[in-house]
């Protein structure tokens, strides 16, 4: 194991990226090295993500599960529609977070573990995880993803990375991968994407797996959305995420989003 391990830190290294970030190719094809993607939080309707298919060269889009950190469902039986219009996916879990290690823990939105409670960092237990791990199987299933998808557990930016939060996503990734249907990904911020990705990686190994987990990283430095994802800096990448909270306008429908880029036209299949 301890081989293995220094085999993964090993690939994980961080290489440097320069320049600043290229302005957004306009129409044309889809760029050679990576293909372009976006998430945003709410779903924008059919007729806009249609028009969008049509006029950007964005070819795939984050799909938010209902979580314990994203309660909303506009998402929530889109995905037949989505793939009609030609639309790839990558899908997004957004687990409990350790909100202790990203602001005061008053700033937490409940104290206490208590039946009903989401989004609290006292909830980062491996129980919990457990139950979240097969709650976002069966979102998944409900909403017709096939077997073999990738759920990207999405772990927002922290100062630390604690022992709880070590825990929640080793149990998350060890129940999806019990559950036998899907596989774990991982969102993170690059300040944390090679702590926790190793975390996840020696979940894989744990379960006998040959192959890695696939990774969506967040990294603004250097970002450009027509290079590929291991130009980020980390070989194992599958997805950057270079571009935040930018608000574009493709056939006069303007929508806030983030920028990726991919490996493939539909992440969380890995083609």
Known sequence: MRAGKLVLLAA????????????????????????????????????????????????WVGYYLPSPCYTGTTWTGRRSALRQMGWGFAVLYVGEQDWSAIRPLAADTAGVAVQGARCTTANLTADFAATHAAEAAAAASSDGFPDGTVIFLNVERVEHVSDALRSYIRAWAAGVLNGGRYLPGLYAHDHNASELFTVLAEEFVRHGRADRPRLWVARGAGFDVARAPVESGYAVAAVWQGRFDVRETWDDIALTIDVNVADSADPSRGR
């Open 12 to 59: 994980l290294t961080v290489a440097g990226v320069a320049g600043a970030c290229a302005p957004l190719p306009v129409g044309g094809p889809v760029p050679a090295r990576g293909v372009p993607g976006f998430d945003t939080r709410d779903y924008p309707g059919d007729g806009t993500m249609r028009r969008w298919f049509e006029a950007s060269p964005y070819r």
